[in-house]
């Protein structure tokens, strides 16, 4: 592999500035130790896990990797924080991701124990507020990712803003990307790395099922809608899923409100542990989920009509860095003397 350096790489101790970004259930320790010995960082993602889990997540990914690797919280008033906090600092994680709301009472205590902190913003303003509380490290989310999506602003006009309010804080772009076109581009535009979600849930280790990967690859970039009123179930924000079968008839019959959609309620999957999963949840077709799976949120980006095939994580890694170094190396070339 070609060498691609940022000073992000340095902070992180990393070898290629690619982050494989927190996505829920789909994240597992092989994929995590996979993309971190393959030079990128991993990250592991607590959403719905409790202490004891996080602490056999970290355990196992530390039995497959001595690289770094973080871990990820969502923040959203649901889940007591400070135990699985607590629980990852103790475990040993090099960074700690969030998402959602701000996550400045934990700065002091994660700085303590000698780790890093990331923050999920969708503004400038928010980059800044995230800096001045002490997060060390930004991830400009644009509104094209996969997932829940924190802002309403595209990459080519977040991401310099982002860059120009928080300099010389690295900031990593989230949000479309990938490929390795997208990298270079992120580069470009001022980040120090790219965090990718939906590419990594087309990996052969994200632990989805395999439907779900299949949809992803066969995708195009106008098949995904973002929106709050469709799964949302429990969490009622924006976020970014393909279309399918339930965005089909919630728009057939007008885009209703929350309380008069077509099918509400109706219990369309059972979950890995046995749990109903109703229409309009915003549980993924994770692995263990059973029943119609197209008709669940299959959360993914627009760079989805990119991803051609299902590889392994650390392929992706390389294949990504080694084209964003051949998309540069020819830049170079535009330029006359
Ligand atoms: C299936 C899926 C699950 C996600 N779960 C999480 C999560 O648990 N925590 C988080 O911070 N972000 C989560 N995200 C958002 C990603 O971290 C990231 O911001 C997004 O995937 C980037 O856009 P992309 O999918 O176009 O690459 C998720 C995204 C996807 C696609």
Known sequence: MGSLQTPLCDILKIDTPIVQAPIARATNPAMAAAVSNAGGLGMLAFLRRDADEVRRLISETHELTDRPFGGNFILRGLEDTDDRLDACLESGVDVVSFHWDEPFEYVDRIHGAGVLVTYTVGSAED???????????????SWEAGGH?????????????VVDAVAPVPVISAGSIADGRGMAAALMLGADGVWMGTRFVASEEATVDSSYKERIINASETDTLMSSKVFNRGWEVTARALRNSTIEKWEAAGSPEVGQRPGEGEVIAKGADGEPVERYSSIAPYSGV????????????????????????????????????AVLKKARTLIGE
Do not use: C, F, H, Y
């Open 127 to 141: 980059a800044r507020r995230a800096v001045e509380a002490g997060v060390d490290i930004i991830v400009a989310q």
């Open 149 to 161: 999506v924190r802002g309403n602003v595209a990459t080519m006009a977040l991401l310099p803003m």
């Open 290 to 325: 059973t029943g119609d799976l197209e008709g669940l949120s299959n959360w993914a980006g627009q760079g989805v009509g990119l991803i051609k095939r299902v590889q392994p994580a650390a392929d992706i890694v390389r294949e990504i860095t080694e084209e964003a170094i």
